[in-house]
Every structure is written in structure tokens, then in C-alpha cells.
Nanobody, 124 residues
Framework: QVQLVESGGGLVQAGGSLRLSCAAS????????MGWFRQAPGKEREFVAA????????YYSDSVKGRFTISRDNAKNTVYLQMNSLKPEDTAVYYC?????????????????WGQGTQVTVSS
């Protein structure tokens, strides 16, 4: 079992930045592809970013590319999501997740574990 706990969410003005963290316990995350997803009110959960086991490959949705950066520190068993130039449409609950293959994580399928989520609210 892997427990994932997100933190770092909050209220920020448009154009601002936040850094989300996802701390894992139970097993080492070096065995997993890690991803971030988000769900806005009334919308389905959507893929945001993913990172390979080593951290050498990263993938982003078109809506966040160039503004968000995913990274990982396997020694700390933690994944991060640096969010810059935030927009009101980035408002959502953000979740981290683990998976076996990048292709699956990017599609939100065969996810092994989900965190409980952290709220990000961007005011205009």
C-alpha cells in the first residue's frame, strides 16, 4: 500500500504561483510513474502532468504546458508540482497518483493509488 498526501494548495491571485507537494509513505515511489490530476467543480478529473520513475521524462497537458513543472525527489519520496502564471481556470482540487506506465497515467487509467487532494483557488 502507498499513502499519498498532497499539500501546498491555497488561494492565490491570477498570475501568482504555488508549489504542490505529494508525500508518499508505505512504499518507495521510485517504483512508480507519478502524476498530477485536477478536478474542477462540475467537471471530470483531468490529467495535468506525469513524470517517469527516474524523473528524466515529463509530460504535460496542453493547458498547463510552459506554466507548470513536475519534479520528483525519490530520496524524499515526494513529488512536486510547481505552478506559475496561474489562471482562474486552474482552480480545482489537485490530486497526485501513482501508476505503472506513463501512457496509462497520462490517460488516467490503471492508477494504483490516489491522494486525497488539495484545493487550489485562483482569483481574478
Amino acid at each position: 500500500q502507498v499513502q499519498l498526501v498532497e499539500s501546498g494548495g491555497g488561494l492565490v491571485q491570477a498570475g501568482g504561483s504555488l508549489r504542490l507537494s505529494c508525500a508518499a509513505s508505505g512504499r518507495t515511489i521510485s517504483n512508480y510513474v507519478m502524476g498530477w490530476f485536477r478536478q474542477a467543480p462540475g467537471k471530470e478529473r483531468e490529467f495535468v502532468a506525469a513524470i517517469s520513475r527516474s524523473g528524466g521524462d515529463t509530460y504535460y497537458s496542453d493547458s498547463v504546458k510552459g506554466r507548470f513543472t513536475i519534479s520528483r525527489d525519490n530520496a524524499k519520496n515526494t513529488v512536486y508540482l510547481q505552478m506559475n502564471s496561474l489562471k482562474p481556470e486552474d482552480t480545482a482540487v489537485y490530486y497526485c497518483a501513482t501508476g505503472g506506465l506513463i501512457v496509462d497515467v497520462r490517460l488516467g487509467r490503471r492508477i494504483d493509488y490516489w491522494g486525497q487532494g488539495t484545493q487550489v483557488t485562483v482569483s481574478s
